[in-house]
């Protein structure tokens, strides 16, 4: 979509404000093809592709409009806290799934697929575990048990396991964590080997940020998994998160950098894109924060095997943003009234113009069953 494009669809979006998300967008300023209002959700499966979300499950349980939202517009769901080791195993050996439980059966009534998230991260640990008196081969058993009981648990039902998440720095070393520090490098294929054995049909994936475009970062990741994938360790993708801040500019090879993981035969995904700004938000600013989330739809459509584009929570009202980066924020698709942002409809005419016309430079996308095992 090009400038002039986008600015008509905030202009649209500024007079459509005040109207639900079922309004119809009026053609665009140049008089183009109006865009259908449908759900992203059934907008991407034109293209097999599925589009989610990560789910707050308090704003799940408890807000109408976000449980509404969240069931009609998205066909992937990931779970954004209660998934992790925090939640998940608060004291060793004493599991609480009932969270993780009710998106999982969430996702099942509205036909949606779950991403899990996260098995090994360096955040979000219990105390327990980073108390620091674990010896390795303690700590190594810890993370074996943890995994192979979390993933045997939803076996069947995760569709998509972020096995280890962010173990890089921004140069391309590995990040100084309990994980790296204890066990050393290896822990990484012991996770995807202990994850795969937990559940074989689970597409396991490596997942950081900052990897969207080529630099020291995404190329140590395409190392790393190439090299994985050459020892026979099962992973299965490479999820590029897409957090985004439109003050640094927005990324421009990001197409090139997932091709590179096509063509290892990889699953990519784009798995918690947001594009934040420096508050108050304005037209401009929302304007540029459509054009970053279309860059990332864009290079997520262009790679054969990118088969999920997530963002990390839908509505500025329950943003991890703000909270993070004091002075940020209005980094979602809808605002804090649920009502849809140029983002948003950007989004839905991506969507719609991809489907509607095969891509030259592709034959279709290929379907996620066909992602090839190691
Ligand atoms: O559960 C406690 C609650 O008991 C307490 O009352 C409350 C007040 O302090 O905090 C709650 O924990 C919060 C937790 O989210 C669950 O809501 C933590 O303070 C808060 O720091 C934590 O933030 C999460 C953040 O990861 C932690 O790093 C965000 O919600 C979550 O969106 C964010 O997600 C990460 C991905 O997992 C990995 N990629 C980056 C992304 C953004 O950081």
Not at 110 to 133: A, E, F, N, Y
Not at 184 to 211: K, M, Q, S, V
Not at 315 to 340: C, H, I, M, Q
Request: aromatic fraction near 10%; proline fraction near 6%; include cysteine.
């Amino acid at each position: 979509m090009h400038l002039p494009r986008l600015v008509a669809a905030a202009a649209a979006t500024c007079c459509l404000a005040l109207l639900p998300v079922t309004a119809a967008t009026p053609a665009g300023a140049s008089g183009g093809p109006s865009v259908p209002d449908r759900p992203l959700r059934q907008l991407a499966a034109d293209d097999h592709l599925r589009v989610g979300t990560a789910v707050d499950m308090s704003a799940l349980t408890d807000d109408a409009a976000y449980r509404r939202l969240t069931g009609s517009e998205f066909s992937t769901v990931t779970a954004e806290n209660v998934m992790k080791w925090e939640a998940l195993e608060p004291r060793q050996g004493e599991y609480d799934y009932a969270a993780a439980d009710r998106l999982v059966d969430f996702a099942r009534r509205h036909g949606q697929k779950v991403r899990g998230h996260v098995l090994v991260w360096h955040s979000q640990l219990p105390s327990w575990l980073t108390s620091g008196d674990l010896t390795a081969d303690e700590l190594r058993a810890v993370l074996h048990r943890h995994i192979t009981d979390t993933v045997r648990h939803f076996k069947g039902q995760v569709w998509q396991w972020d096995v280890v998440n962010e173990a890089f720095n921004e140069d391309g070393t590995l990040r100084d964590s309990i994980w790296l520090r204890k066990l050393g490098p290896g822990y990484i294929a012991d996770a995807f080997r202990w994850a795969h054995e937990a559940d074989p049909h689970a597409l396991l994936f490596y997942n950081d940020y900052n990897t969207e475009w080529t630099g020291p970062k995404s190329d140590a990741v395409y190392d790393l998994v190439r090299r994985l994938r050459a020892e026979g360790v099962p992973v299965h993708g490479v999820g590029f998160q897409g957090h985004l801040g439109i003050q640094y500019g927005l990324p421009t090879d990001m197409a090139a950098n997932f091709a590179r993981f096509d063509r290892l035969g990889l699953a990519t995904a784009v798995t918690e894109a947001d594009v934040r700004m420096e508050m108050p938000a304005d037209a401009a600013k929302l304007a540029t924060q459509a054009e970053g989330y279309r860059r990332l739809l864009d290079a997520c459509l262009r790679a054969r095997h990118c088969i999920s584009f997530t963002v990390w929570g839908f509505t500025d009202k329950y943003s991890w943003v703000p909270d993070t980066f004091p002075g940020e924020g209005a980094a979602n698709l809808f605002d804090e009234e649920y009502r849809p942002k140029p983002a948003y409809r950007t989004l839905q005419s991506e969507l719609a113009g991809r489907a509607r016309s095969a891509r030259p430079d592709d034959a279709g996308r290929t379907r996620p069953e066909s992602i090839s095992q190691p």
